[in-house]
């Protein structure tokens, strides 16, 4: 059953916190939003605004999304569905190894990054359609008139209260509420994803879903130890490269090649002539 409402505790950046209370928005206010919605749409269209459809026309006519990056998101797209399938059923009826398994799952990831990449543009691009900015209206309307303090009263008084407001902890905190609720967004998506659901269950990633080796130190795809910051390390901790090489924290190249001086040679040293003592 889903919940009515959610209480959060928003800790502020003086240090302070505050209690929030994000209710799930009744027909009425769906219906106001709604509303909302249909005239920005509306008002986005007269003033030229992109729509969905003719963006998507204005970025294949243009050259930012042809046929062929739509037919290499299809495929990407089926790719991580067959592996999806092959880590939950296995192939053609055969025991994997767990080694197996894991390839395909480290293979899952790679293929989502890449999609990512791919449909950044088209994404960013699309909030700014008319479609996208209508529905960015209907849900700043429902925070604003959903979102309460611990003794029941509105945190915002209006739509433009929360506008002013939209980048602080609260609105954000209540914003991220209100998302889940609705759409049931899932605050640990990530770990709920299939690849990441078998690297788990062999004890292949740790808490934050980072590779790790036996011990359950950190490790980059090719098993290469991983610091906290991200850089590869050697058994003594310090960073290298993807061939072991010294970096510096920079991320340059440290000297390590001896060299013979042969710009900067050694001056000879001047002989001392001791005085005869002629007494």
């Not at 990407?76 to 939950?88: P, V, W």
């Not at 130890?225 to 490269?241: C, Q, T």
Request: hydrophobic share 35%; proline share 1%.
């Amino acid at each position: 059953m889903a919940k009515k409402q959610k209480e959060i505790l928003v800790e502020k950046v003086d240090g302070s916190e505050v209690k929030i209370v994000v209710k799930r928005p009744n027909a009425n206010l769906i219906n106001k939003a709604q509303r909302i919605g249909a005239k920005v749409w509306t008002e986005s269209v007269k003033e030229g605004l992109f729509t969905k459809t003719s963006l998507g026309e204005f970025m294949k006519k243009n050259g930012m999304w042809d046929d062929e990056k739509e037919e290499k998101q299809n495929s990407i797209t089926e790719n991580i569905k067959l592996l999806e399938r092959q880590i939950a059923l296995g192939v053609d009826g055969r025991k994997l190894k767990v080694s197996e398994g894991k390839r395909k799952a480290i293979e899952i990831r790679q293929l989502r990054i890449e999609l990512r990449d791919l449909i950044a543009e088209k994404i960013a691009l699309e909030a700014n359609t008319a479609e996208g900015l209508a529905e960015n209206a209907k849900f700043n309307f429902l925070v604003a008139n959903c979102t309460y303090d611990d003794k029941d009263q509105k945190v915002y008084k209006n739509l433009e209260e929360y506008d002013e407001n939209a980048d602080d902890e609260v609105a954000f905190a209540a914003a991220a509420a209100l998302g889940q609720m609705m759409y049931n967004l899932d605050s640990s998506y990530e770990e709920s994803l299939p690849e990441n659901q078998f690297l788990k269950k062999f004890n292949l990633v740790d808490e934050d879903l980072s590779l790790v080796d036996k011990e359950g130190h950190r490790v980059d795809v090719d098993g290469t130890l991983v610091n906290d910051k991200g850089w590869l390390i050697n058994d003594k901790g310090e960073r290298i490269d993807r061939e072991g090489n010294l970096l510096s924290d920079a991320g340059q190249m440290l000297l390590q090649a001896e060299y013979e001086d042969d710009v900067h040679p050694a001056t000879p040293k001047k002989k001392v002539t001791r005085k005869k003592n002629t007494e």
